[in-house]
C-alpha cells in the first residue's frame, strides 16, 4: 500500500518521498523520521527530478543500511505470503521474496522447522530491532476469532497448513479460519488461493469456512452456470445426475449432491430435458 502525504515513514512497505539530493550513485529521498534514505542509481529513471516524489519500498540492505528501490517485494510488513526456502543456517531460515536480500525467519518463529527448498505461508512484520523478518507462526498476528464477518459472506483466502480437521487457512489477509475435511471435495494446496464463504462462527468465536456458496444463493448460483454452459453448446450436455462426483466438480466445483439438487430445480421449471445420457435445454420455440 502506498503511503500517500504521510507523516512518517514505514520500513517493509511502499512509501511515497521526495527526492532532495542527486549523487554520483543515485538519489537520496526524504525518510521524514528516518532521515535521508538511498535510491541506488539502478533504480533512478531519467525523469526522476530533485522536488519530485517517488513510491518506493523501503528496506534494509545486507549491511542493514535502510534503502529504498522501485522493485515490488512478494510481500509487505503486514502481509502473509507463500515463499520459498533459499538457505537455512544457525540463524534461521532464509525466504525468496523478490529481493535482493533474502528475508529471514528466526527458529523462534518457524511453527514446524523449515526445509531448503520448500515453501511456507509467513507473515512478515518489523522485529524489535527494526528489521523485516517474517514468521510462520501466523496465530500470534492473525486473530483466530470472529469480528465482523457474516454467514455467506464472501472472503478470499490463501491455504495456510493442515491439521487432522482439515486446512487452516487465512481470510482476507487477517484472520484465520478452517475448512473442515467434510467441506472439502478434493485436497487443496498449501499457499493456494481462491474465494471462499463464511460458513459460520463457532461458540468460541472460532471461523468456519466452505468454498461453496450457502443454501439458496448458491443453488441459484449453480443453476445460473449450468443455464449458461448449454447455451454456449448448443444446448446439450452430457453431464447428467448420474455423472461421476469427479466429473461435476471439474466443471462447476460443487458436490454431485449440490448438482442434482439444482437439475431437480431446473426440470421442475421446465427448463431442461433430462435423458438418460445427456441433459437438453428446453427450446423456447
Same mark, same amino acid.
Given at each position: 500500500?502506498?503511503?500517500? /502525504?504521510?507523516? /512518517? ?49 523501503? &528496506?534494509? $540492505?545486507?549491511? $542493514?543500511?535502510?534503502?529504498?528501490? %522501485?522493485? %515490488? ?46 515453501? +511456507?505461508?509467513? +507473515?512478515?512484520?518489523? $522485529?524489535? /530491532?527494526?528489521? @523485516? ?34 486446512? %487452516? ?16 471435495? =478434493?485436497?487443496?494446496?498449501?499457499? =493456494?488461493?481462491?474465494?471462499? &464463504?463464511? *460458513? ?5 468465536? *472460532? ?12 443453488? =441459484?448460483?449453480?443453476?445460473? =452456470? @449450468? ?10 450436455? %452430457? ?8 466429473? @461435476? ?9 449440490? +448438482?442434482?439438487?439444482?437439475? /431437480? ?21
Amino acid at each position: 500500500m502506498v503511503k500517500k /502525504s504521510a507523516k /512518517s515513514t514505514h520500513i517493509g512497505q511502499v512509501n511515497r518521498l521526495k527526492v532532495v539530493k542527486e549523487v554520483e550513485f543515485g538519489l537520496y529521498l526524504d525518510g521524514l523520521q528516518l532521515g535521508e534514505i538511498l535510491l541506488p542509481s539502478r533504480y533512478v529513471t531519467a525523469e526522476a527530478q530533485v522536488g519530485e516524489e517517488l513510491d518506493v519500498f523501503v &528496506y534494509q $540492505d545486507s549491511q $542493514d543500511r535502510l534503502v529504498a528501490t %522501485t522493485e %515490488t517485494p512478494m510481500a509487505s510488513v503486514g502481509e502473509v505470503a507463500f515463499l520459498k526456502v533459499n538457505q537455512v543456517n544457525r540463524t534461521g531460515a532464509f525466504l525468496d521474496w523478490g529481493m535482493p536480500k533474502d528475508l529471514l525467519v528466526p527458529f523462534a518463529e518457524q511453527r514446524v522447522p523449515m526445509e531448503e527448498g520448500r515453501s +511456507y505461508c509467513v +507473515y512478515v512484520y518489523v $522485529d524489535n /530491532s527494526v528489521r @523485516i523478518a517474517a514468521s510462520s507462526k501466523l496465530s500470534l498476528f492473525l486473530s483466530e476469532t470472529n469480528d465482523d464477518f457474516k454467514t455467506g459472506q464472501e472472503v478470499r483466502l490463501m491455504v495456510a497448513s493442515r491439521s487432522d480437521l482439515g486446512y %487452516t487457512v487465512v481470510i482476507n489477509g487477517t484472520h484465520l479460519g478452517l475448512i473442515h475435511n467434510s467441506d472439502l471435495l =478434493q485436497p487443496l494446496r498449501m499457499g =493456494q488461493k481462491m474465494k471462499g &464463504y463464511i *460458513k459460520g462462527i463457532r461458540p468460541d468465536l *472460532k471461523i468456519n469456512v466452505t468454498l461453496q456458496k450457502l443454501g439458496k444463493a448458491g443453488r =441459484q448460483d449453480l443453476v445460473g =452456470q @449450468i443455464l449458461a454452459f448449454l447455451a454456449e453448446n448448443k444446448g446439450v450436455s %452430457t453431464l447428467v445426475d448420474k455423472s461421476s462426483p469427479e466429473d @461435476i466438480f471439474a466443471q462447476y466445483r460443487v458436490s454431485k449432491a449440490a +448438482y442434482k439438487k439444482a437439475l /431437480s430445480q431446473l426440470y421442475k421449471e421446465r427448463k431442461i430435458i433430462i435423458e438418460p445420457n445427456q441433459i437438453r435445454l428446453v427450446s423456447e420455440d
